[in-house]
């Protein structure tokens, strides 16, 4: 039943409700929507921010802790008394004030606390190796003291020793308890000595998240960096055993990875400790990288809003329902007249069915309704009469008289209808009379006679059969001729192409009966056309029997072709050899062979000649080959090759495979001579080439480097005699032979040398550093303020020299330095010598990428030491915050070296040439030394320019 088969009051009813309910389901989609996601975000929100106040909560516990472990390893870089007993008893009083840690600890370097590790070893708070490893720690209950385990593999060591930063180490069990380490790293001169650390029990973490609840059930833990559970709730024993990754929930996993890169959110999964649906929040926790997790089932979360959801959906339902008996009273009101026409109406329909056409319809409804059924008599009045007059006309069309027309006057509609009836009858007869003259002219075989009225419907099916018949009928005549006259073209053409050929062609059947020969058959062989029809091809071979003719015709039925070699017999018996091409080909619908036979006389004579030629070839080569033999067998390789662009090879050797090549690499052109040349020597050994082609000399000889086929380096000597050959063409032929050991000898020697150089400036650089030490530990026992400063500024110069040798030592050519990489390590001496770090004084160096050779170097460093000494002891008595900047620039082959600070200035009463300061008559002196000048300007703090010249810098 269709939708048009439905009654109005069903129809009226239905739109009423559907309204109804499509506004009704809007709003109450787009209320539950809203209320829905507010709820939602509410419930997001309360989560992640539950999340992040414990997340910062664990992260200020870690931080306190990290905090403690900084402040034990910078007390140790600064402290200088190397007593023992002195810093065990900090550590125990640092683990009594701070009940939060498990254990303290430092760890130092064999013999970098001081120097007597022997002494201690075995003894309490140390292990065998003496080394000073303290660990005081609350493990048992009570206050111990024992020396650090592992400290050569674990990372709380190792990790802060390669990276010198601070270390927050994984969680990891030790003797029974879950803890984790923070380290940080002991620098002293710029060096790794130790470690300063605290251990903190993770096990107050576990007691905290089991009181963590969210909603009804939910509930939290805590993992750490690759994801292993510090804490849960519930499993205990995934505690330190289970990673996030081994749930093989993938968005545990890309939580877990999120969590490495110190990212917290959300996501919805499966609880692998419920399986139930949940929601989980990260958040992290930045110091260590760990993170806080929060499980909240979702069915919880979201209780709220699905109880709301559910009160909205039955108000909706009952307000449709209300509606739908509204809409069902409107259509009986509406329905109730217009049933009565309807029964009218099909009443007048099954009279018209029957033929009736005189039946009307009731005019007896309501006046709204009435004039329905009054217009519908006054459109039966109207139709009957052209109706009648149609049937009329259509009668006598079909009894054959296509002349009868309309003849009543009708109008509109009526009118086109009884035009198209009359359009119709005498399109019909023209038709009928255009077709039958067309068959006419077929019936007499005119062909070009074609439909010219066509019809339409049917009636075009039976016009264009008539055309097609036609058509199809004048084309197979054409077609016909044409194929007559190709066919003639054709045998003309084979005919043609078959005797114009240059070898002869034979066509015989599988027995051997020679069915076609081409012209130059006859003329070879002696035999006319008609001859060679009354022959088989036996009758013409010389080799092959009758026998042995049918096994090569099977053969060729099995391989489709075949070339071999025979002889023909001409008529008059001449030998023939022949090569014999044959192919299995159909003729007139049987199997044939087709047979190309060409004359091979000529390539016999050549092949003879040729045989007696490589005869003579053999003796030669044998002699050729003895004579290479000699030259593969000896160490020397012989070389051939043209005067120009890269050299490439006439003739090489076959003993060049002792460098890896082959003689076919070369004569192939594949490599050239200039391809094996390393090219540091390659544009040497061009120019002393073309060097010696000025001299009357015609042999010279050099060394090189060279690239064997692997890749290796091997040093040559080259013999080479230049000859010109009659084509005025240049040819270098020569010898080369491997000096590689010969020259590994010489750098040999070399290294050795400079080995001898690089070890005396390591024993001066030891010794300046052992006057340096002596001078500090000297210091200690004065009091006086200006002596222990006169110590320490000959502790400082003694240290800037020592610089110098220790750069020299780690410097390539051993007689230049790298004047800023020297600069920057003389200026953070200079920083710790002067215990900086209570001041905000920053040390700045520009220094350009020069190399200054020893002469210069030293005067040079000591004249830094002394100035950026007197700015940083003289230049900020009164502020903690200053910058002291050390330039220097190249120009031309002048340098400036510029010393300034920002502090008080250096004082207008004192001339800085004529002091008694030490210090400044020294840097008078050393400018001296260097042929430099000294200025002097104090507009802005202290500045000193000093101009000099280095004629063995390099830049």
């Known amino acids: 039943m269709g939708f048009n088969d439905l009654s109005i009051k069903f129809k009226l009813t239905l739109y009423i409700v559907v309204g109804v309910f499509l506004v009704l389901a809007v709003s109450t989609g787009v209320i539950i929507t809203t209320v829905t996601t507010q709820q939602e975000k509410l419930a997001y929100q309360q989560s992640i921010e539950l999340a992040r106040d414990y997340a910062n909560q664990f992260d200020g516990d870690m931080r306190q802790s990290k905090a403690i472990a900084q402040t034990l390893a910078n007390s140790m870089e600064v402290y200088s008394s190397s007593d023992r007993d002195e810093v065990n008893d900090m550590l125990r009083n640092l683990l009594l004030k701070n009940p939060s ?104 973490i576990d007691d905290v998240m ?107 339902a009952i307000s449709i329902a209300f509606m739908g008996l509204v809409a069902y009273l409107i259509a009986m009101s509406i329905t109730r007249p217009i049933n009565k026409i309807v029964t009218s109406f099909k009443m007048i329909s099954q009279d018209a069915v029957e033929g009736k056409l005189d039946a009307r319809a009731n005019t007896d409804v309501g006046v709204d309704f009435r004039e329905i059924p009054k217009g519908l008599n006054e459109i039966l009045d109207a139709v009957t009469a052209p109706i009648r ?61 074609p439909v010219k009225v066509y019809g339409e419907g049917d009636l075009r099916i039976l016009t264009n059969g008539i055309e097609q018949t036609r058509l199809s009928l004048d084309e197979a005549t054409t077609e016909r001729i044409k194929a007559e006259y190709a066919l003639r073209e054709s045998e003309k053409k084979f005919r043609t192409l078959f005797d114009s050929t240059s070898d002869a062609i034979y066509l015989h059947d599988m027995e051997g009966k020679i069915l076609e020969v081409n012209q130059l058959a006859c003329e070879r062989m002696g035999y006319t056309h008609d001859e060679f029809l009354q022959m088989k091809q036996t009758d ?40 014999l091409s044959s192919r299995l080909i159909k003729y007139d619908g049987k199997k044939a062979v087709l047979t190309i036979a060409r004359d091979i006389t000529e390539r016999k004579r050549i092949e003879k000649a040729l045989k007696q030629y490589a005869e003579q070839l053999e003796i030669s080569n044998k002699l050729k080959e003895e004579m290479e033999r000699v030259v593969n067998s000896s160490p020397v390789i012989v070389f051939k090759w043209r005067m120009e662009k890269d050299w490439p090879v006439e003739f090489v050797s076959e003993n060049i495979t002792q460098i890896g090549y082959t003689v076919e690499d070369f004569i192939s052109g594949q490599i050239k001579y200039a ?118 500024d000959s502790r400082n110069r003694v240290r800037s020299m020592a610089l110098i040798h220790e750069e020299l030592y780690q410097s390539g050519d051993m007689s230049t330095i790298d004047f800023a990489d020297y600069t920057r390590n003389l200026l953070n001496f200079l920083t710790k010598s002067y215990f900086m770090e209570s001041k905000k004084i920053k040390l700045n160096s520009k220094i ?50 510029q010393i300034s600070d920002d502090g008080i200035g250096f004082p207008e009463s004192i001339n800085f040439r004529q002091t008694t300061s030490l210090g400044l008559q020294l840097v008078t002196t050393l400018v001296e030394q260097i042929n430099g000048t000294i200025e002097l300007e104090n507009n802005r703090g202290t500045s000193f320019k000093i101009r000099f010249k280095e004629f063995k810098c390099k830049v």
């Open 101 to 204: 840690i498990t254990g303290v600890y430092v760890g130092y370097e064999p013999n970098a606390f001081d120097g007597k590790d022997d002494e201690y070893s075995g003894t309490n708070g140390h292990d065998e190796t003496g080394r000073f490893i303290p660990y005081w720690n609350k493990i048992s209950g009570s206050v111990a003291l024992v020396p650090l385990e592992y400290y050569d593999e674990y990372d709380y060591y190792q990790k802060t020793k390669k990276t010198t930063m601070d270390v927050v180490t994984e969680p990891y069990y030790y003797q029974g308890i879950f803890m984790v380490s923070f380290d940080s790293p002991i620098i002293k001169d710029g060096s790794f000595v130790g470690i300063g650390g605290v251990d903190v029990s993770l096990k107050y």
């Open 540 to 579: 013409i071979d010389g080799t092959f029997t009758g026998k042995y003719l049918l096994e090569l015709i099977k053969e060729l039925c099995k391989l489709k072709s075949n070339i071999f070699e025979t002889v023909h017999v001409t008529k008059s018996g001449k030998i023939l050899p022949v090569e």
């Open 675 to 792: 391809d094996i040349l390393h090219p540091e020597d390659r544009e040497r050994f061009h120019y002393r080439l073309e060097q010696h082609q000025g001299t009357p000399s015609d042999q010279f000889n050099q060394e090189y480097r060279i690239f064997t086929k692997s890749g290796d380096v091997r040093w040559v000597d080259e013999r080479t005699f230049i000859q010109t050959e009659p084509s005025e063409e240049i040819m270098l032929q020569g010898i080369i032979l491997d000096v590689t050991e010969r020259k590994k000898a010489e750098e040999a020697l070399l290294r050795t040398e400079e080995i001898r150089k690089k070890e005396i400036h390591h024993r001066v650089k030891n010794n300046l550093q052992v006057i340096s030490s002596l001078l500090f530990l000297e210091s200690e026992n004065f009091k006086d303020k200006e002596i222990v400063e006169a110590f320490l």
């Open 389 to 449: 007059e149609n049937m009329r006309v259509t009668n006598a069309l079909a009894k054959g008289e296509l002349k009868t027309r309309i003849q009543l006057d009708l109008k509109g509609k009526f009118k086109q209808a009884g035009d198209t009836l009359d359009n119709f009858a005498e399109y019909l007869d023209r038709i009928i009379e255009d077709s039958n003259s067309v068959l006419t002219a077929i019936q007499n075989n005119d062909f070009s006679k």
């Open 210 to 316: 089991d009181n963590v609840k969210a909603f009804d059930t939910g509930y939290a833990f805590v993992t750490g960096n690759t994801g292993i559970l510090v804490s849960h709730p519930v499993h205990k024993d995934w505690i330190a055993s289970k990673t996030l990754y081994d749930f093989g929930i993938p968005e545990i996993s890309e939580a877990a990875d999120n969590i490495k890169e110190g990212k917290g959110g959300n996501f919805e999964t499966v609880d692998p400790a419920t399986g139930k649906d949940a929601i989980m929040f990260y958040e992290p926790v930045k110091t260590g990288n760990y993170s806080f997790i929060l499980v909240v089932p979702k069915d919880e979360m979201l209780a709220g809003v699905a109880s709301l959801r559910n009160k909205l959906i039955i108000i909706s």
């Open 848 to 897: 350009e990428n020069v190399y200054l050779g020893m002469d210069t170097a030293i005067p040079l460093g000591m004249i830094i030491n002394e100035l950026v000494s007197n700015s940083l002891k003289h230049g900020f008595p009164h502020t903690i915050e200053g910058n002291v900047n050390v330039t220097l620039e190249l120009d031309g082959n002048e340098f400036t070296l």
